[in-house]
């Protein structure tokens, strides 16, 4: 079941240590003073920095310009779930649960994720600034939609061991 909203509200619905780093990382990233905080406001568009946060969390950091919804696709992962925090920018984010989707591109171990098709049915959330959406093993999700227009986002996507 997907989890979104703004940091203190999602914290406040998750009692599970496995979360714990990565909330740790998003408070630094709320300190303009902060290392963490630096780093992703510098990051260049079309980057991704990988940073690892423990043998059970990393974090990729990353900037592009969001798309049309005819170029975005779902995915789902069954290693990590998903934490995406917009840091800055705005962009839809769809999600409908697996099972109701059709495979385009079966799992991938090595990369961990599986690909479907567009869902007329799916349920669309709007991520702005300082937002942030969990997404589980059967949350197939579709992030970088453009809201009104294309723009920069800059995102940190937190991969958590299942």
Known sequence: MAIFGDIGTVKGQLNNPKFDKAFL??????????????????????????????????????????????DCFFESHKKYIDIQYIFDGTEIMEVENTNNLQITKEYDETLDYAKYAQSPNSSSLVIRKNELAIFYPNDAHMPC????????VIKAVFKIAV
């Open 145 to 152: 939609i453009k809201v009104d227009k294309n723009e920069k």
């Open 25 to 70: 990382y998003l408070e630094k990233l709320q300190d303009i003073n902060s290392n963490e905080y630096q780093s992703l406001i510098n990051i260049k568009l079309d980057n991704c920095n990988k940073i690892v946060l423990d043998e059970n969390c990393f974090v990729l950091e990353q900037a592009y310009i969001s798309k049309d919804k005819k």
